[in-house]
């Protein structure tokens, strides 16, 4: 009896182990992290624009369904940054927007660019010292999985 209740308690364990979980992956130059998605989620992707080199930051909300723009917020007006302001913040030109984009997202940085990324205020990507594609994606992952390459 003993054993069957050991085998059951493993087995158990394993199958909530690859049991896929909603989560937000990160993958940049062939490294992916994964933050687990309880429910809707801001991520702030904040970098130095390449050419202004000024501070922008897009704000996205995160959700089962997917990814949604909901505001852009940047510093002048040069090459490659909007033009339709629709207020001022301090600092920051805001666009505010409510744009689906799927269920991920890329970016491709430099180093001059800086990227960090936050979920929910949290620090979850900082750019390393090279150039890459950085990746955003809405998905289930293996409970395991997450686990391991928790960002």
């Known amino acids: 009896m003993k054993k069957f209740f050991l085998f059951l308690l493993l087995l158990l364990l394993v199958a909530s182990m690859i049991f896929p979980v909603k989560t937000v992956g990160i993958k940049f130059d062939g490294k992916e992290c994964y933050y687990p998605l309880s429910s809707t989620q801001t991520l702030d992707v904040d970098y130095t624009h390449s050419v202004s080199l000024t501070k922008v930051v897009d704000v996205y909300r995160i959700t089962d369904q997917g990814i949604y723009a909901i505001q852009e917020k940047w510093q002048e007006f040069l090459a490659g940054q909007?033009?339709?302001?629709?207020?001022?913040?301090g600092d920051f030109y805001v666009k505010d927007m409510n744009?689906?984009?799927?269920?991920?997202?890329?970016?491709?940085?430099?180093?001059?660019?800086?990227?960090?990324?936050?979920i929910?205020?949290?620090?979850?990507?900082?750019?390393?010292?090279?150039?890459?594609?950085?990746?955003?994606?809405?998905?289930?992952?293996?409970?395991?999985?997450?686990?391991?390459?928790?960002?």
């Open 99 to 118: 744009m689906y984009l799927g269920r991920s997202w890329e970016y491709w940085f430099i180093p001059l660019n800086k990227a960090t990324l936050k």
């Open 120 to 151: 929910n205020g949290r620090t979850v990507f900082i750019q390393p010292p090279e150039e890459g594609i950085l990746r955003i994606n809405v998905g289930r992952t293996p409970l395991i999985l997450m686990l391991i390459r928790r960002c």
């Open 82 to 89: 909007p033009t339709d302001v629709q207020y001022r913040s």
